[in-house]
């Protein structure tokens, strides 16, 4: 039962970590903001990672916690749930620094 909720966290962490290799582009001024840091994406992936993971250890653990007959209702909550924290995750490391280049 734990085997979906950890391969939804291990897709989301890859797919932030992933987010956070993308090249930026920060405006051309002296001093530049602080959110130009050549490791404000990495920083926040790290955190937002471990959010992802506390999330899904989370659900595991609740999964096991409740009743067999309600188990499936609780894996597929805890799926949700960490994707939604996976989304969130995404998002605060695309905009933690600079400008996207697609």
Do not use: H, K, N
Request: with cysteine; glycine share 6%; hydrophobic share 60%.
């Amino acid at each position: 039962m734990w085997q979906p909720i950890a391969a939804t966290a291990a897709v989301m962490m890859v797919t932030v970590f992933l987010i956070s290799l993308m090249p930026e582009i920060c405006p051309a001024i002296d001093p530049a903001p602080a959110s130009c840091r050549s490791d404000a994406r990495g920083s926040t992936a790290v955190g937002v990672g471990l959010l992802v993971a506390v999330v899904a250890t989370t659900g595991v653990v609740s999964t096991y916690a409740v009743p067999f007959r309600w188990r499936y209702r609780a894996m597929t909550t805890a799926m949700i749930a960490v994707v939604l924290a996976g989304v969130i995750a995404m998002i605060a490391t695309l905009f933690a620094s600079g400008f996207i280049v697609i």
